[in-house]
Structures are given as structure tokens and as C-alpha cells.
């Protein structure tokens, strides 16, 4: 059972423009969501991150968008640059700690010049 | 110096041999995990472990083994690798608070013949 699904594998953004990538989670137990970035032969970096009890978190470019109703989460990238060409993966915690993080299959974006 | 490191970065084998992956961290972190990569299905959970005694399964630890030798060393085992195990391999390593971001290495590429 897929609790974190990304159900775009890939998306092309010209660049300069909005990137939104999306990720739908099934558990209600989830209370921290982060995103992380992967390029080519290198492991995966945290980008961004959200607590359950914000809807908004923005740093520089990057925003994460969370509506806990729709159990959806958002990341937004303005604007988009060639450099942000990479895999970006959704992950979710869950409360209390001591079960692990669960991953999403990943989104590769592709941002055109 | 990298906070995570693993080795063998490349490692080509043949099915039927024993091979094993390494992982050091310098965080100082109780968590350590190991995920495997295969295209279009992102990262898959093998095994992790919340502190040096306590060792648990992932999504698909069948076929493979770890020992958690000490705090900084997490090993990843496959007793006889067979040609579908061939995947990018992943250790990370988190501390257990609340956003528990996970830091990762950069990899082993893992070819079974």
C-alpha cells in the first residue's frame, strides 16, 4: 500500500516559470512532510520541510503548500532554473517518533532554457 | 569530509557471491537506514535501525542482511546476489526528532552479472 504517492513522474517547465510538483498521502498519523532533491550519482538532499500545523512554508524559491483536508501537499519552485533539474522525492513522518519516514516514487522535473 | 560515506561507490558481481556495502557516518546520529533505488519505483526501504541493538526490516528485505557494528556503522549484506537486486544503493542516517531530516550517502551502484 502506497501511503505517499506522486502520481506525476515527470514534468518539463520552460525556464523562468512556476514548477509545482504534487504528492497525496493516505495516513492521517503523518505530521511532518518534507521534500527532498536528488540529482544524477549523488543520494538524495532535504530541500524543504512542513509541520502538519502549518499550510505554508517558504524559503527563497521553494514553497510548500499542505491542505491536511485533501491530504495533499505541494511544492512550488519560482522561478524555475535549469540547476533545479533533478528527481524530487515527498516524504512524510508520522507522530510519536519511532516509526520510520515513508518515501514517495519521485517526481523528475526537467527545466528547459 | 562527507558526513555520510560509503563504499564501494561502483561494484560489479557475479550471481551467487556474497557481497557487502558499507556505510560511516560522522553525525552522530542514533538512525541509520539502508534504501535501494530502481528506476520508476523510488526509494525502497530495506532495512533500518534506531539505535545499535535495535534492527528492523524495511519493505523489502528479503535477500538481504545488516549488522550495525557501532553507532557510525551501518552494513548492508546480500548473501547470494542474484541480477535483480542490480539497483542503486542508499545509506542514510537521521537523528530521531521531530522533523527527523535524513542525510544521505552517495550511493553504491550495484551490477549482478
Known amino acids: 500500500d502506497q501511503q505517499v504517492k506522486q502520481n506525476s513522474p515527470s514534468l518539463s517547465v520552460q525556464e523562468g516559470r512556476i514548477s509545482i510538483l504534487n504528492c497525496d498521502y493516505t495516513?492521517?498519523?503523518?505530521?511532518?512532510f518534507l521534500w527532498y532533491k536528488k540529482y544524477p550519482a549523488e543520494g538524495p538532499t532535504f530541500l524543504i520541510s512542513?509541520?502538519?500545523?502549518?499550510d505554508k512554508n517558504e524559503d527563497g524559491r521553494f514553497t510548500v503548500f499542505l491542505n491536511k483536508s485533501a491530504k495533499h501537499l505541494s511544492l512550488h519552485i519560482v522561478p524555475s532554473q535549469p540547476g533545479d533539474s533533478a528527481v524530487y522525492f515527498c516524504?512524510?513522518?508520522?507522530?510519536?517518533?519511532?516509526?520510520?519516514?515513508?518515501f514517495g516514487t519521485g517526481t523528475k522535473l526537467q527545466v528547459i532554457p | 569530509d562527507a558526513d555520510v560515506t560509503q563504499t564501494p561507490r561502483n561494484r560489479i558481481t557475479k550471481t551467487g557471491k556474497r557481497i557487502m556495502l558499507e556505510c560511516s557516518q560522522t553525525?552522530?546520529?542514533?538512525?541509520m537506514y539502508w534504501y535501494r533505488q530502481d528506476p520508476g519505483l523510488g526509494l525502497q526501504l530495506i532495512y533500518y535501525?534506531?539505535?545499535?541493538?535495535?534492527?528492523n526490516k524495511g519493505e523489502i528485505s528479503d535477500g538481504y542482511s545488516v549488522s550495525r557494528q557501532a553507532q557510525a556503522k551501518f552494513s548492508l549484506s546480500l548473501e547470494s546476489a542474484i541480477p535483480n537486486q542490480t539497483a542503486l544503493y542508499f545509506c542514510?542516517?537521521?537523528?530521531?526528532?521531530?522533523?527527523?531530516?535524513?542525510?544521505f550517502g552517495p550511493g553504491t551502484r550495484l551490477t549482478v552479472l
Open positions: 542514510a542516517t537521521s537523528s530521531g526528532e521531530s522533523t527527523d531530516t535524513q542525510y
Open positions: 495516513n492521517s498519523m503523518f505530521d511532518y
Open positions: 512542513i509541520s502538519s500545523i502549518k
Open positions: 516524504a512524510a513522518n508520522p507522530r510519536g517518533g519511532y516509526q520510520k519516514v515513508t
Open positions: 553525525k552522530g546520529h542514533d538512525r
Open positions: 535501525s534506531f539505535d545499535v541493538k535495535d534492527i
